[in-house]
């Protein structure tokens, strides 16, 4: 079941509820038809619930925003354009989404092997406030984007879709064609090569005993906190 | 859930519990409460997640207009969408209500008599005999004044 509104909820962590307007419940099955049925409402409604979720992951896949948003507009053609394929015992919304994103992800990895860019950088440039605090925030962004671009794309996915979308095991195996076992695997390899690729930001954060703060994070530590 | 599985879990999964599949939570999150060995796991992958936390994306802003301003293309029907979508139009006129059902309603009849055409079950044989053929009836149906040996 959905809340389909001017706002957005669910499971994604990095989206914040909009202003919300007129608000009523739908299961997904019941958005899927609407859409498939041509229902531009209900569509315009799932585009933005879901485009930010979706719009992180392509981002975080491939480092560049003009990427990412090419990635989630084809995504919402295709939601568009097949809609009455979608299968409900299959998976819902979100992960129907994400699955679209990903495999649109890997042609865009596999067609242009540098899609890795330095953008990360420009596009944090306007966040920037303390000079100190910035420099070390933006080191450790860019540590941060190249250990997660090293990965290997599958390794790469799966961290994303467990840490950053909040996705379950069982719904990213699906979007991976992959067993929970082997999703595992995946995960495992991905936070021990991130371990040691990282270890030297664990030793400086120790060292200085300061937290950097991040200007527009998947923070449920923050929301902890909060 | 054994100090195994929880170390699996961890590598895997990271530290917060949130991220660990559902069916195992609890029971892990027992051992956790349970076993100084396994907060001392917990502990020692909690920095690794503290960081990929701080990993900031930007806001895209405009993402929301630049979607819903994109123009949405005509979609492909399959051919049983189509015949339906003439059949009973959702935005018909009145005249389109009943007499597009009715004609899928003389489908059938249309399709027996079609069929009833094809299989010529009163049609004489004997009109489509060759000239031999209507000979050796003639023949067979002859008075013979002598019999036959």
Known sequence: MHEISIGMSGSDRDIKPEASGSRRMLTDEQIMAAIAAGDRRIYADTVRQHSRAIAFYAWRMLGSQAEAEDVVQETFLRLWTQAARWQPDRAGISTWLHRVAHNLCIDHMRKDRSAVTDELDEDLEDHKTDPDEDLDMDMRQRRLQQAIAALPERQRSALILVHYQGLSNQAVAGIMDLSVDALESLLARARRTLKASLADLRVDSENKDTQAQPVCTNSRRQEKKA | ?149
């Open chain 2, 1 to 149: 859930m054994n100090l195994q599985r929880f170390e699996q879990l961890i590598e895997a999964y990271g530290s917060d519990p949130q991220r660990w599949p559902v069916a195992e939570r609890a029971a892990a999150l027992k051992l956790l409460a349970e076993s100084d060995k396994a907060a001392a796991l917990l502990e020692q992958s909690a920095w690794l997640d503290e960081t990929l936390d701080q990993f900031a994306v930007p806001a895209f802003d405009q993402l929301n207009e630049r979607l819903l301003k994109m123009p949405l293309p005509a979609r492909s029907k399959g051919w049983l969408e189509r015949v339906t979508q003439w059949l009973m139009p959702a935005d018909s006129a009145r005249v389109g209500e009943w007499w597009r059902p009715a004609a899928l309603a003389c489908l059938p009849l249309v399709f027996g008599l079609f069929m009833g055409m094809q299989l010529d079950l009163f049609q004489d044989p004997a009109a489509e005999m060759t000239a031999d053929e209507a000979e050796l009836l003639f023949i067979a149906l002859a008075d013979y004044p002598e019999p036959l040996e």
